[in-house]
């Protein structure tokens, strides 16, 4: 299989098509550089100036409307108005640190934790997914004596320079560390495993695999961290309950398993409020040691957290101290109760079921008027419409001609995949089954225009 040709999305603006631009928009680009630095990316080949949101549509400068099948940060839609009425109104009254007692800021921490497994007993507030993970892996490092962790080909968890160590879509393979494995994502159409039981149990194998390679080199397993849509990775939700097996081997190794909530928490997977419980069952519930969340928390706002069974936390807490200046803050804190409160009284974990299943039957029906679609997937309003050509390249060339077509169609969308040959299309949860249909009418207009 040929390595990706790039790392990471290739939906970027490329800086040297900057004399292509409009004037305004020209200018505004190398303000941008100049200000910014070249580590900073635009999506798009005419990149976007939006200024505008409101619910599941964005608006550029010029008041053009897009309909936004890529933000999950919204998660309850653009400046939805009670979220920013708690902001503000808190942010009339205080915001300050957790040394001080706050009966927001535990209330909402019940109110998070009565939506989880009983085991998951404790939450430590942060500002980013990022910090999250990275408090996460102190924690599993501190708890089990080890360093070593594995993590999917393609996977993303964050920015900071230890998260980003494990994030191999944002680094590449060759840049892991030595206490870094990665095992092949859980994709049945690339992987092969007829000689399993199942799928899981072939992903669970390679978990093993990774666990052994890691002692073989004298490296003691820390912890297993995967998000439970493997988004990065292309998008795998099924069959449901594939990742059950694999959290079998970690428990059994003395491994901490860190479940990735940030991107399928919330509701957005439509079976459940959290992504992993899809891979349990009612007499087998799935329960990770710890849980991460952020983004979609506070519908933009910076607020995230690490949730964890006690025992996992114990040690470090005893031993160790944790504190965030603006983690769990109160008008961040606000903000993650508004939305938290918006997912159940708009009842949006039932939509994303409703509306994600007639969003994936109505691109299935495209298979057969646009070959080039092969293959349609996901749970909920997370969904990948991958397109399979004779080569990688070609496909992601196609993916990227289809993402800047919806643009120009005034539909924004991402890409997926380790050969970014797949959509990703992942809204606000407010998305409407009319959002659903316009989504799919402008994507069989794109596809007819570019012959496929």
């Known amino acids: 299989m040929s390595e ?21 928009t020209g200018d505004l680009v190398r303000r941008r550089i100049d200000a910014l630095g ?28 897009y309909l936004d099948t890529y933000n999950n940060v919204p998660s309850v839609g653009h400046a939805h108005p009670r979220v920013t009425a708690a902001i503000a109104e808190q942010a009339a009254v205080l915001s300050t640190h957790t040394r001080y007692l706050h009966e927001s800021i535990v209330r909402y921490a019940e109110d998070l934790l009565s939506t989880l497994p009983d085991e998951l007993g404790h939450v430590v ?77 072939w992903f669970a194998a390679q978990v093993q695999a990774g666990i052994d390679d890691l002692a073989a080199n004298g490296v003691r397993f820390a912890a297993f961290v995967a998000d439970s849509i493997f988004a990065s990775d292309g ?36 079976d459940a409020m959290w992504g992993f419980e899809r891979h349990g069952t009612a007499a087998s519930p799935f329960v990770p040691d710890v849980m991460t969340i952020g983004k979609p ?15 996992v936390v ?20 606000a903000a993650a109760q508004a939305v938290l409160d918006i997912v159940r009284d708009e009842g949006l974990q039932d939509n994303a079921r409703v509306v994600g299943a ?27 419409l991958e397109f399979g050509l004779e080569s990688y390249a070609a496909a992601e060339d196609l993916t990227l001609a ?36 316009r989504f799919v009418t402008e994507l069989d207009a794109v596809l007819t225009e570019l012959g496929q």
């Open 4 to 24: 990706p040709r790039t790392i990471g999305p290739s939906s970027y603006f490329d800086p040297k098509d900057v004399d292509r631009l409009d004037p305004v």
């Open 235 to 270: 998008v795998l939700a099924d069959p449901v309950g594939f990742l059950a097996p694999a959290r079998a081997v970690v428990a059994a190794a003395g491994g901490v398993y860190l479940a990735d909530e940030v991107q399928p928490g919330f509701g957005r997977t439509g």
């Open 297 to 311: 928390m506070g519908n933009g706002f910076p607020v995230a957290a690490t949730v964890l069974t006690p025992e």
């Open 358 to 384: 007639h969003l994936q039957e109505s691109l299935r029906a495209l298979q057969s008027q646009h070959l080039a679609i092969s293959d349609v997937r996901g749970a909920g309003l997370f969904v990948a």
């Open 125 to 201: 507030f942060t500002c980013t997914g990022s910090e999250a993970n990275d408090l996460a892996l102190r924690i599993a490092k501190k708890h089990t004596g080890g360093t070593g962790v594995i993590v999917t080909r393609n996977a993303y968890h964050g920015v900071s320079t230890e998260i980003a160590s494990i994030s191999p879509s944002l680094v590449g393979v060759d840049a892991l560390p030595d206490w870094v494995r990665w095992v092949p994502a859980p994709d049945p159409r690339r992987v092969d495993w007829s000689g399993y039981a199942s799928l899981g149990e």
């Open 314 to 333: 114990a040690e470090f807490g005893r031993d160790m101290r944790y504190f965030n200046t603006f983690g769990g803050n109160a008008v961040a804190i």
């Open 38 to 65: 070249p580590s900073y990316r635009l999506f798009y080949r005419r990149p976007l100036h939006i200024v505008r949101g409101s619910g599941t549509k964005l608006y550029d400068v010029d008041g053009v409307e």
């Open 402 to 437: 289809v993402v800047n077509g919806l643009k120009e169609h005034h539909v924004l969308v991402g890409t997926a995949g380790i050969y970014n040959d797949a959509l990703k299309i992942r809204p606000p949860l407010c998305f409407s089954i009319e959002d659903a249909d």
